[in-house]
């Protein structure tokens, strides 16, 4: 869900933002302040993932991309997308980077089986982020309720897959 978010952003972002009115050359800025941003970010989400853990780091995570994505829906002005793209940020760096890490957990330490299930997820999300805004007519704000929808769902299941880690342990 969370590279079908991705995927969604990157492709609809910009036809979303042309559909608005803004010059064409206004929209290289909106990533390249995430992508600055994001290198920015990356040791805060190593220190708050060692403090409060994969799970609940990226269920927080999770949760600012809602943020970045109802900011999308609610802001017309660039100022505005330009926020939700540091917003954004975090949530980009964060389950690229946490998700590797849980990736390798799942597959222990077997390569092919690793690289079979990064690919996997990787492909499903693309085509999730790719097809799920063609529900909203045209590039309408409303594509972005999708993505934060997915957020919301991301997060749910974050709080329940580390429920039942901390069961597991304790059993």
Known sequence: MMKGVDTLRGIYLPLFAIQS???????????????VAELALLPLIGRCT????????????CALGIIAFCMLFVFR????????????????????????????R????????????????IQTGSILGAVLPLLVPGYQAGIFLIAAALCLVSV????????????????
């Open 21 to 35: 009115g803004m010059p064409s050359e206004a929209i290289a800025p909106l990533f390249i302040v995430t992508a």
């Open 50 to 61: 060692s403090k409060w853990g994969e799970l609940r780091t990226l269920a927080a995570i």
């Open 106 to 121: 799942v597959t222990g330490r077997d390569v092919g089986q690793g690289a079979a299930l990064f690919m996997t997820v």
């Open 156 to 171: 749910g299941v974050c709080l329940v897959a580390q429920r039942v880690e901390k069961s597991t342990r304790f059993a």
């Open 77 to 104: 002005w660039y100022g505005g997308l330009l926020a939700s793209q540091v917003v954004y940020a975090a949530f980009a760096a964060g389950f690229q980077s946490i998700g590797v890490v849980l990736l390798a």
